[in-house]
């Protein structure tokens, strides 16, 4: 299964959360977020669950950023593969 994570900053302040929006195989299954700092984190799933802190740290959960496109960690599709079973 493959995962995009796509920026979703539109409305974001300068010190807002940073927001991206989360496709599977081509379909919105979930909104991600993370402060500034990348100290809290969330998700918000398509099915109405949301869920702070998905997978410990962020960067237990992401990787890459800046320059890099922002995937999932290992650990992180496992979460995602779980979570959006079905969907």
Known sequence: MAYKIEPDN????????????VFKDGRLVA??????????????????VSEGWPVGRLI???EG????PLVFTARGIAYMDQKTLGM
Request: aromatic letters at 22%; charged letters at 25%.
């Open 65 to 68: 950023g800046g320059r890099q």
């Open 60 to 62: 237990e959960f992401v």
């Open 31 to 48: 909104h991600f977020w993370h402060d500034y700092r990348g100290d809290e984190h969330g998700i918000d799933f398509a099915n109405g």
């Open 10 to 21: 539109a409305n974001r302040d300068s010190f807002g959360n940073y927001q991206f929006r």
